[in-house]
């Protein structure tokens, strides 16, 4: 199994910048697509970002240009830099990680954006 923390949620206003990791633990080998996904209250879950353990990267129209994904494959940690916060991009975000026929998340971390 692979355990998944996220780390790095926080309160803040329109227009700053916030870093989210995910730590990935366990059985760690193999681990293929990594990504970010999140919900906000009443809505459904959904994609932010998504990077492969060769680094492609794959971004939703909502955050193109203002997020980056990264990954430190020799630390099993994924990155999300988020700048030019919109208080829309206040939701739960949660890390996800693609291992064979299996998808591990982790807790969730709170990003609050306030106008």
């Known amino acids: 199994h692979v355990q998944l923390v996220e780390s790095g949620g926080f309160l803040l206003q329109a227009g700053g910048a916030l870093i989210l990791s995910c730590a990935a633990s366990g059985s760690t080998p193999r681990i293929a697509t990594m990504g970010w996904y999140r919900q906000a209250p009443g809505k459904q879950r959904e994609l932010v970002a998504t990077i492969s353990s060769g680094g492609s990267t794959n971004y939703a129209d909502s955050v193109k240009g203002r997020f980056t994904i990264s990954r430190d494959n020799a630390k ?30 982790g807790q969730g971390t709170q990003v609050t954006v306030s106008s």
Do not use: F, H
């Open 76 to 105: 099993n940690t994924v990155y999300l830099q988020m700048n030019s916060l919109k208080p829309e991009d206040t939701a739960v975000y949660y890390c996800n990680a693609v291992k064979g026929y299996r998808i591990y998340w």
